[in-house]
T-cell receptor
Framework: NAGVMQNPRHLVRRRGQEARLRCSPMKGHSHVYWYRQLPEEGLKFMVYLQKENIIDESGMPKERFSAEFPKEGPSILRIQQVVRGDSAAYFC?????????????FGPGTRLLVL | AQKITQTQPGMFVQEKEAVTLDCTYDTSDQSYGLFWYKQPSSGEMIFLIYQGSYDEQNATEGRYSLNFQKARKSANLVISASQLGDSAMYFCAMPHRGGGNKLTFGTGTQLKVEL
C-alpha cells in the first residue's frame, strides 16, 4: 500500500508566480489535511478536506491560498502571487474514514522556495 | 483551544541508552489522543506512537513507549536503546476532536544520538 504521495518535492518560484502543490492520499483514505512548516518551527494546520468538500479552512490565509480535493485526482494546494514569506515546507496528511483514532499519515512534503 | 508544550529544544543521548522527550498538553476535551512523530533530516514526518486518554495502559511500539500521566497532563516519549538513526526532530501532537481532528503540534525536540 503506497503511502501519501506529494509532488513536486521541491518547487522554486519567483515572486508573483503561482505554486501548485499536489497530494495523493493513501488508498482508502478519504480525509486530507494540509500543514505548513516554516523554518525552525512545528507544523501548523491549514485546511482539512474530504472529497469535493472543504471541511475546515480555519488555518488558511484569507488571500492567495486555496485548496481543493476533487472527486477524481489529487488534492491541490494553490498559492497565487507567491511572496518570500510563503517559503516553507508544505505537508499533506491523510487519514482513513473513522478508525477510532484517525491517525494522520504524512507525505514527504513539498519544499517551496520563493526567490 | 488546545496547546502542546515541548520544553526541550535539544537533547543529547549516548547510543544504547534510553532518553525521555517531554510533552505537556492542555485541552478541554474529555476524550483525546496524543501522537508522536519523528522528522529526520530528510524532512518526512513519520508516525511513531499514539496514546488515547482512556487507554488503560501506556502505549508501546517497539523501542518507543509513552509515559502517560493524565493528572499531570503529560505524555512523554521514551526511546529505549537509542540508535544513531534516532537522531531527528520529534514532535508531539494532539488532534482537535471538534475540529475534524486537525493536529496541533508542539515546537519539537531535536534529539542527537552520540557514540
Amino acid at each position: 500500500n503506497a503511502g501519501v504521495m506529494q509532488n513536486p518535492r521541491h518547487l522554486v518560484r519567483r515572486r508573483g508566480q503561482e505554486a501548485r502543490l499536489r497530494c495523493s492520499p493513501m488508498k482508502g483514505h478519504s480525509h486530507v489535511y494540509w500543514y505548513r512548516q516554516l523554518p525552525e518551527e512545528g507544523l501548523k494546520f491549514m485546511v482539512y478536506l474530504q472529497k469535493e468538500n472543504i471541511i475546515d479552512e480555519s488555518g488558511m490565509p484569507k488571500e492567495r491560498f486555496s485548496a481543493e480535493f476533487p472527486k477524481e485526482g489529487p488534492s491541490i494546494l494553490r498559492i497565487q502571487q507567491v511572496v518570500r514569506g510563503d517559503s516553507a515546507a508544505y505537508f499533506c496528511a491523510s487519514s482513513p474514514p473513522r478508525d477510532g483514532r484517525e491517525t494522520q499519515y504524512f507525505g514527504p512534503g513539498t519544499r517551496l522556495l520563493v526567490l | 483551544a488546545q496547546k502542546i508544550t515541548q520544553t526541550q529544544p535539544g537533547m543529547f543521548v549516548q547510543e544504547k541508552e534510553a532518553v525521555t522527550l517531554d510533552c505537556t498538553y492542555d485541552t478541554s476535551d474529555q476524550s483525546y489522543g496524543l501522537f508522536w512523530y519523528k522528522q529526520p533530516s530528510s524532512g518526512e514526518m513519520i508516525f511513531l506512537i499514539y496514546q488515547g486518554s482512556y487507554d488503560e495502559q501506556n502505549a508501546t511500539e517497539g523501542r518507543y513507549s509513552l509515559n502517560f500521566q493524565k493528572a499531570r497532563k503529560s505524555a512523554n516519549l521514551v526511546i529505549s536503546a537509542s540508535q544513531l538513526g534516532d537522531s531527528a526532530m520529534y514532535f508531539c501532537a494532539m488532534p482537535h476532536r471538534g475540529g475534524g481532528n486537525k493536529l496541533t503540534f508542539g515546537t519539537g525536540t531535536q534529539l542527537k544520538v552520540e557514540l
